[in-house]
Nanobody, 125 residues
């Protein structure tokens, strides 16, 4: 089992930047894919970005392409999400997640084995 702890959320004005971090502990060697999801109030949990451990083949949702960058610092067992040019529509609770298996659709939350507690990102207009 992998334990995940997120940090870095907060309040920012539109056009600003934030960096989210997710530090993993436990059986991190079992990770195949690390990802960030987000869930707006009343909405579904949606995949924002994913990257294959230890740091290649990144995927981005259409709404964040060109603005967000996912990266891994394997020495620190940390997955980062650099968010730039933030928009009010990016407001949500952001969750990091780990997927242990290479099989199964990576966009679906149910395919992920471990989750962080979530961190709030609020973008004001």
């Amino acid at each position: 089992q992998v334990q995940l702890v997120e940090s870095g959320g907060g309040l920012v004005q539109a056009g600003g930047s934030l960096r989210l971090s997710c530090t993993a502990s436990g059986r991190t060697g079992d990770t195949y894919l690390a990802a960030w999801f987000r869930q707006a109030s009343g909405g579904e949990r949606i995949l924002v970005a994913a990257i294959r451990w230890p740091g290649d083949n990144a995927y981005y949702g259409d709404s964040v392409k060109g603005r967000f960058t996912i990266s891994i610092d394997s020495a620190l067992s940390t997955v980062n999400l650099q968010m730039t040019n933030l928009e009010p529509s990016d407001t949500a609770v952001y969750y990091c997640a780990n997927k242990g298996s290479r099989f199964g659709p990576y966009r679906l939350p149910r395919e992920y084995d471990s989750w962080g507690q979530g961190t709030q990102v609020t973008v004001s207009s």
